[in-house]
């Protein structure tokens, strides 16, 4: 089945500065890939996904690109600011339209 | 305002004994479905439902049962739990398998 990895674990950047999170994945049948954040207390909520007919996608301060050759996607967000402090959980939809997530990120944003 | 909702936030109890998670999502979703977090892990899909007694296995379902009687409710029933089913667990929902993932707000379950 789907495996995916999501590097790093952790990450703690300077307010402004950006940061990047990256996940892999391994079924070339897969193809869509969402991005979600999960805030202290609360559920994952959806920020921004793509398919894998397209290879970038934006929304403001956060952007995600799809490598399909190498089977890697990841996100970017710019200009970070405190409350984009959350951990951040990269997933693949396979053809069977099985969700797997990768392990996830926690972003610490120091002011 | 269109929500999940898991009770209860916080559980705890001992091995063995039953104990049930509620789910109720307000958005008229067909489908739902239960995942575990645990750290390096991500999230794990328990089971999920396509609609009213329709429900099928995701990648751990042992320990674990649930049942679709209404649409809106989807609780996990848990008949002897264990050290190792210790975990946050969230109920989501989505209008189909191919629509976003709409989360409740998590259930912390610690088996003693």
């Known amino acids: 089945g789907e495996n995916v990895e999501q590097h790093p674990s952790t990450l703690s950047v300077q307010e402004g500065d950006s940061a990047v999170i990256k996940c892999t994945y391994s079924?070339?049948?897969?193809?869509?890939f969402p991005w979600y954040k999960q805030e202290l207390g609360k559920g994952p909520q959806l920020i921004i996904d793509?398919?894998?007919?397209?290879g970038e996608k934006k929304d403001q301060r956060i952007a995600v690109t799809l490598n399909k050759t190498a089977k890697h996607f990841s996100l970017h967000i710019t200009e970070t600011q405190p409350e984009d402090s959350a951990v951040y959980f990269c997933?693949?939809?396979?053809?069977?339209?099985?969700?797997?997530f990768g392990g996830g990120t926690r972003v610490l944003v120091k002011p | 305002e269109a929500q999940v909702t898991q009770n209860p936030r916080y559980l705890i109890t001992v091995t063995g004994k039953k104990l049930t998670v509620t789910c109720s999502q307000n958005m008229n979703h067909e489908y739902m479905s239960w995942y575990r977090q645990d750290p390096g892990l991500g999230l794990r899909q328990i089971y999920y439902?396509?609609?009213?007694?329709?429900?099928d296995k995701g990648d751990v379902p042992e320990g674990y049962k649930v049942s679709r009687k209404e649409k809106r409710n989807f609780p996990l029933i848990l008949e002897s739990p264990s050290p190792n089913q210790t975990s946050l667990y969230f109920c989501a929902s989505n209008w189909d398998r191919n629509s976003p993932l709409h989360f409740g707000n998590g259930t912390r379950l610690t088996v003693t």
């Open positions: 793509i398919r894998s007919n397209v």
């Open positions: 079924d070339s049948a897969s193809n869509y």
């Open positions: 439902s396509m609609n009213v007694e329709v429900t």
């Open positions: 997933a693949a939809r396979t053809a069977g339209n099985k969700l797997t």
